[in-house]
């Protein structure tokens, strides 16, 4: 067994069963997937204890502490595979996900991080988003182009530069600053056919944008100087806005009102 997938959840009951469905569709097998309850009200847990995957070894964490970031860490243990992918929830992976992933580290054995691009359902529209994340990736190659719906890594380059942590980063971008870390480990490529389709709401991001001006000095910063930019910065600026990993449980797109 080579993989890990790992999967955090909080109150998903609407989407998780979709997400496993993809992940029991994957043409690579075995692989272990880790589920984590970060404290669900709703049914997700029942969803997911009910999963049977034929060639998946399926792991229950529960992780009481809100916040996504604890749930990755909780799940940091649980995973002794040569590679893992961290996926979220209510996202779509289509059936060559892990296949593609594998033959990108196999390929090249200074790949730690093998990069999904997030693509709308409408084909032409996704045609265009793959083949631009193929352009900003090579004129960027030492940032991250994606979010942590779609990371996959070489497992020992992960634990590496120290893992999903809280005490690095407790707030918001967390998947843009593990990769600051895991970066400097080696090479990260983002394959034309590893994507994946996150849910529609993910439009919304209220309450964990960064501004116009970050984002723009995130990608002109050099890379020599990005150690510079997140914990010197981006990160006391996220914390005076109180942007922490907490705000990743709110669901701006539910409606307050019955």
Same mark, same amino acid.
């Given at each position: 067994?080579?993989?890990?997938?790992?999967?955090? @959840?909080?109150?998903?009951?609407?989407?998780? %069963?979709?997400?496993?469905?993809?992940?029991?569709?994957?043409?690579?097998?075995?692989?272990?997937? !880790?589920?984590? $309850?970060?404290?669900?009200?709703?049914?997700?847990?029942?969803?997911?204890?009910?999963?049977?995957?034929?060639?998946?070894?399926?792991?229950?964490?529960?992780?009481?502490?809100?916040?996504?970031?604890?749930?990755?860490? +909780?799940?940091?243990?649980?995973?002794?595979?040569?590679?893992?992918?961290?996926?979220?929830?209510?996202?779509? @992976?289509?059936?060559?996900y892990?296949?593609?992933?594998?033959?990108?580290?196999?390929? $090249?054995?200074?790949?730690?991080?093998?990069?999904?691009?997030?693509?709308?359902?409408?084909?032409?529209?996704?045609?265009?988003?793959?083949?631009?994340?193929?352009?900003?990736?090579?004129?960027?190659p030492? #940032?991250?182009?994606?979010?942590?719906?779609? #990371?996959?890594?070489?497992?020992?380059?992960? !634990?590496? %530069?120290?893992? @999903? %942590?809280?005490?690095?980063?407790? *707030?918001?971008?967390?998947?843009?600053?593990?990769?600051?870390?895991?970066?400097?480990?080696?090479?990260?490529? *983002?394959? *034309?056919?590893?994507?994946?389709?996150?849910?529609? +709401?993910?439009?919304?991001? +209220?309450? !964990?944008?960064?501004?116009? %001006?970050?984002?723009?000095? @995130?990608?002109?910063?050099?890379?020599?100087?990005?150690?510079? *930019?997140?914990?010197?910065?981006?990160?006391?600026?996220?914390?005076?806005?109180k942007?922490?990993?907490?705000?990743?449980?709110?669901?701006?797109?539910?409606?307050?009102?019955?």
């Open positions: 067994m080579r993989w890990t997938v790992v999967i955090a @959840y909080y109150n998903e009951q609407a989407y998780l %069963a979709d997400t496993l469905a993809s992940l029991a569709a994957q043409t690579l097998r075995p692989f272990r997937l !880790v589920l984590v $309850d970060n404290g669900s009200t709703d049914r997700s847990a029942a969803i997911a204890r009910a999963a049977v995957i034929d060639g998946v070894e399926i792991v229950h964490l529960d992780e009481k502490r809100p916040g996504k970031i604890v749930a990755l860490e +909780r799940a940091m243990a649980a995973i002794t595979t040569e590679f893992v992918a961290f996926g979220d929830a209510d996202t779509f @992976y289509p059936p060559h892990l296949a593609t992933a594998q033959a990108a580290f196999d390929a $090249d054995g200074g790949v730690v991080a093998a990069m999904a691009t997030d693509v709308p359902r409408d084909s032409a529209k996704a045609r265009r988003k793959r083949r631009h994340n193929q352009i900003v990736s090579r004129l960027w030492r #940032q991250t182009h994606t979010g942590g719906f779609g #990371q996959t890594f070489r497992t020992a380059a992960l !634990v590496a %530069a120290g893992g @999903y %942590a809280e005490r690095h980063w407790p *707030y918001v971008l967390m998947d843009h600053e593990i990769m600051q870390r895991v970066v400097q480990q080696g090479r990260v490529v *983002y394959p *034309y056919d590893l994507w994946c389709v996150p849910s529609d +709401r993910r439009d919304d991001r +209220r309450r !964990v944008r960064w501004t116009l %001006a970050e984002r723009l000095l @995130y990608h002109f910063t050099p890379a020599a100087a990005k150690d510079w *930019y997140f914990y010197r910065f981006l990160g006391p600026r996220l914390a005076r806005r942007l922490s990993h907490l705000n990743l449980r709110e669901k701006t797109w539910e409606s307050a009102t019955p």
